[in-house]
């Protein structure tokens, strides 16, 4: 009998999934900005995701599943890559992925399968948007915002609803049917601004999804089909005086919808209780495809996990860098080991979350011991990530440009912006929340072409803290776009010389000052933007057009050919 209990646990626990075929189809769905506690299958009562519910029966449910990063860009990041934020170290600033990290998209082309990415938001464009690099390993990366029509700005076009990003993968999936394939689909619906409600922009997602799921099946593609779906991270929604997202760590931001679907519906409807992350996924895609996991992957396979429910007391960790390098503030790290959230913050924050799953009650003051070994358990996690973690990306400045930025006045630039501190030091993002709000509500203003309701609330910003880098840079962008040249040229001077290796304020500079006429100093700007917007064909277009007004032809036939090779323009 004890022999039997063995084999019977050795083939539980060791045993792999079989699949029909050694390459199955697969995938992938990413949901923006939507929180767990919207879904039926979660718990919600709603009824606003009857698709995701209907899939979630016949799969594998996470219940606690975790982002580790708070924002679009970095998440997608770790959830293609299987790395923590702080080793892939891709950011909002337009940070590249780095071409020596393993890639999900790159590991399954290299094992014959068609690539396609079909994405909702220009965060996620790696030509014109924030996400250089991102289209590495894709045989067709459709973010659709990299061309713009004449005398539109590449805000005019920020997002794609979730149902034209579904017409557009199907379109794909109609060619490349016969397989394999891997297929990423990014639904941004539920990002703010929303058209109506929060709910209604969930169900909206929630309808693209369904519609997907129909086209799989009428290709008799579903049963055999690996399919994953998470968001990439939640909302607040005014959970701790946090209006949208990027800032804070608590669970309406960091606790995501996670569910599996393997071929043939296999454990579907098991449910899985331990705590995973977003860093998991691609780990897990991998081996579903048959594929070797590379080493400096960091995540684990959530098949092994639900096969033999591993870790269900597993921390996980999140951290967000934007309240450091948007807003001067410290960076905040989480993490979430037994009944505790530990937030490692100028103020450290503790709660219980079995007693207090809101985090409403900070126990740091009182429970000393219980803080000082889970803030020792996530520093050891620290320095376990920084011996794996590898060099920069690549995106300081050289020292030629760094003499030139220095000839046009710019003062006390360092090569690159300042590294993210682990530790916590600095204002605390918790004293500084409704400034952040206000900011980010005036960002949201500006690319969505209300420039002069951003531009009140900027200065406000501004005026308040002037080593801000974001409000500066939108509002030099927001003064740029009512034709106040001259101011937008001071505030994007001042976004420079506090982020001086953000690419995004070199082209915006460049481009205000190709509309002031000053050529000269506008290719200082745009040739830096070019050389790390290199897929961004609007930057080569702009250099082209400066170099021609100073007589610098050959220089400008070069770039024009890339624009449009780019697909910019004709050379």
């Known amino acids: 009998m004890l022999r039997q209990i063995v084999c019977l646990l050795f083939l539980g626990i060791f045993s792999t999934v079989s699949f029909a075929s050694t390459k199955p189809n697969v995938v992938l769905i990413t949901l923006d900005t939507t929180r767990s506690d919207r879904m039926g299958f979660l718990g919600a009562t709603g009824k606003i995701t009857p698709n995701l519910d209907g899939l979630a029966r016949q799969s594998v449910v996470f219940e606690r599943a975790y982002a580790q990063a708070p924002l679009t860009v970095v998440s997608h990041a770790t959830v293609l890559s299987g790395m923590y934020p702080q080793t892939h170290q891709v950011s909002e600033l337009g940070v590249p992925l780095k071409s020596s990290l393993p890639y999900l998209p790159d590991l399954l082309h290299a094992r014959g399968y068609r690539t396609a990415a079909f994405v909702g938001s220009i965060a996620l464009d790696p030509k014109g948007g924030l996400a250089p690099g991102f289209d590495r390993g894709f045989d067709v990366y459709d973010a659709g915002f990299h061309r713009p029509q004449h005398g539109e700005s590449r805000y005019q076009s920020i997002a794609h609803r979730g149902d034209e990003v579904i017409t557009r993968a199907m379109g794909w999936l109609t060619r490349n049917a016969q397989g394999p394939f891997f297929l990423w689909v990014h639904l941004y619906d539920p990002h703010a601004p929303y058209d109506t409600s929060y709910d209604r922009a969930v169900a909206s997602a929630d309808a693209a999804v369904g519609k997907l799921m129909a086209a799989l099946h009428a290709r008799n593609l579903y049963d055999d089909a690996a399919v994953v779906v998470a968001s990439d991270h939640g909302e607040s929604l005014g959970a701790h005086g946090e209006d949208t997202h990027g800032v804070f760590l608590y669970d309406e931001t960091v606790h995501v919808p996670l569910l599996m679907k393997l071929p043939r519906k296999q454990m579907g409807g098991k449910r899985v209780s331990g705590r995973v992350g977003l860093v998991d996924i691609a780990p897990t895609l991998l081996e579903i495809a048959g594929s070797a996991v590379p080493s400096q992957m960091q995540g684990q396979s959530l098949v092994r996990v639900a096969r033999a429910n591993l870790n269900s007391d597993r921390p996980v960790y999140a951290r967000s860098d934007f309240s450091q390098w948007a807003f001067g503030w410290s960076a905040l790290e989480s993490w979430r080991a037994g009944k505790y959230l530990y937030i490692r913050a100028?103020?450290?924050?503790?709660?219980?979350?079995?007693?207090?799953?809101?985090?409403?009650?900070?126990?740091?003051?009182?429970?000393?011991?219980?803080?000082?070994?889970?803030?020792?358990?996530?520093?050891?996690?620290?320095?376990?990530?920084?011996?794996?973690?590898?060099?920069?990306?690549?995106?300081?400045?050289?020292?030629?440009?760094?003499?030139?930025?220095?000839?046009?006045?710019?003062?006390?630039?360092?090569?690159?912006?300042?590294?993210?501190?682990?530790?916590?030091?600095?204002?605390?993002?918790?004293?500084?929340?409704?400034?952040?709000?206000?900011?980010?509500?005036?960002?949201?203003?500006?690319?969505?072409?209300?420039?002069?309701?951003?531009?009140?609330?900027?200065?406000?910003?501004?005026?308040?803290?002037?080593?801000?880098?974001?409000?500066?840079?939108?509002?030099?962008?927001?003064?740029a776009q009512q034709q106040q040249y001259s101011r937008a040229l001071e505030h994007l001077h001042k976004a420079i010389e506090l982020q001086p290796d953000s690419a995004w304020a070199h082209f915006e500079m460049g481009l205000t000052l190709v509309k002031t006429g000053d050529f000269k100093t506008a290719t200082v700007h745009l040739e830096i933007a070019s050389g790390r917007l290199a897929k961004f064909a609007e930057a080569h277009s702009l250099l082209a057009q400066a170099y021609e007004h100073l007589g610098r032809t050959e220089d400008a036939k070069r770039e024009r050919t890339k624009a449009a090779q780019l697909g910019q323009q004709k050379p």
């Open 346 to 479: 100028p103020k450290p924050e503790l709660y219980d979350l079995s007693a207090d799953p809101n985090a409403t009650r900070n126990l740091a003051e009182h429970s000393k011991a219980t803080l000082e070994t889970i803030a020792a358990q996530l520093e050891a996690f620290d320095r376990r990530l920084s011996e794996q973690g590898g060099k920069s990306a690549g995106t300081e400045l050289t020292s030629s440009e760094m003499q030139k930025l220095a000839s046009l006045g710019y003062v006390g630039l360092q090569k690159h912006a300042t590294a993210v501190n682990p530790s916590a030091s600095g204002t605390d993002p918790k004293d500084m929340i409704a400034m952040a709000d206000k900011v980010l509500s005036a960002l949201s203003a500006m690319v969505n072409g209300r420039p002069e309701k951003a531009t009140s609330e900027l200065q406000q910003a501004v005026a308040a803290q002037a080593n801000m880098y974001l409000a500066q840079y939108a509002l030099g962008v927001s003064l």
